[in-house]
């Protein structure tokens, strides 16, 4: 199928078959049929000059390597229906500059986006439990990140090594919005920066007496000093060398 640059399949069509239109170089374009439930593995693997895969709401699963090494690949909507999105999906879509996994996805598997160099944009769903290795390894391009999600919930969640590129990216969540730096400042004890200089402290315990986190090549310094007994807050609180809050419910006894 190497000629073919177009293709369109009956409405009556309900399923697809294993790596269908692999290797199909020359195809551009490609609409999937409603009522197809998946994409399936290896469906359009090699596809290298796909620039547009319309995926219809039936669609509930994108098998592995649905898309690998679709390097044109610019514009695919993942639709809110799908619930599961398989390893190497879109590895290579060197393209790719924004893309979307819907909250019904809770684990983004090995590989998934590896080399989408030219990803900018990706908004991951609020039920998302588990990013496995590598499912972002080599997105330098990557800037934002929009969990759908509280910062706890992101925080919590399970981020397995080699995804270097969000941790790089902008942080935006549903509670904070932009996040421009995030860290640990104590037992049980987190700092969140925002975007607009508002610096919140969260947790229980003592803080430390410094810690520093350089962000986008930065400097942002935490400077706590810690109270001592049974104080659980710091009596003031230093980001880029200004006064951010003073403690005023000092317990009697500190």
């Known amino acids: 199928c190497e000629s073919i640059t177009g293709l369109t399949l009956p409405s009556t069509v309900n399923s697809i078959g294993i790596y269908a239109f692999s290797d199909c170089a020359s195809l551009t374009s490609f609409s999937i049929p409603s009522g197809v439930p998946k994409v399936p593995e290896g469906c359009f693997a090699g596809c290298e000059s796909l620039v547009i895969a319309t995926i219809p ?5 994108i098998g592995e390597r649905a898309f690998y090494n679709c390097y044109k690949l610019s514009m695919t909507s993942i639709p809110a229906s799908v619930r599961f999105i398989g ?3 879109y590895y290579g879509c060197s393209e790719l500059i924004t893309a979307a996994v819907p909250s019904g996805v809770t684990n983004i598997g090995s590989w998934t986006f590896g080399h989408c160099a030219s990803l900018q944009t990706i908004s ?12 972002f390894y080599g997105c330098a391009g990557l800037e934002n990140v929009h969990f759908g999600g509280t910062y706890a919930k992101w925080d919590s969640l399970a981020l397995m090594d080699d995804n270097e590129a969000l941790n790089n990216a902008t942080l935006h969540t549903s509670d904070y919005g932009t996040i421009v730096g995030h860290s640990s400042c104590g037992d049980n004890v987190t700092w969140i920066l925002d975007g607009n200089g508002n610096l919140m402290i969260k947790g229980s315990g003592n803080m430390y007496d ?5 962000v986008n090549d930065e400097l942002i310094i935490v400077e706590a000093y ?5 104080c659980s807050c710091p009596q003031s609180v230093f980001a880029l060398g200004h006064l951010i809050a ?7 006894d500190c």
């Open 210 to 214: 410094y810690d520093s986190e350089t």
């Open 124 to 135: 991951i769903g609020g039920n998302t439990e588990f990013i496995a290795p590598y499912a």
């Open 57 to 61: 709401d039936s669609v509930s699963e």
């Open 226 to 230: 810690v109270l001592r007994s049974r």
């Open 246 to 252: 003073y403690a005023t419910n000092t317990q009697q």
């Open 87 to 89: 390893d190497y999906a």
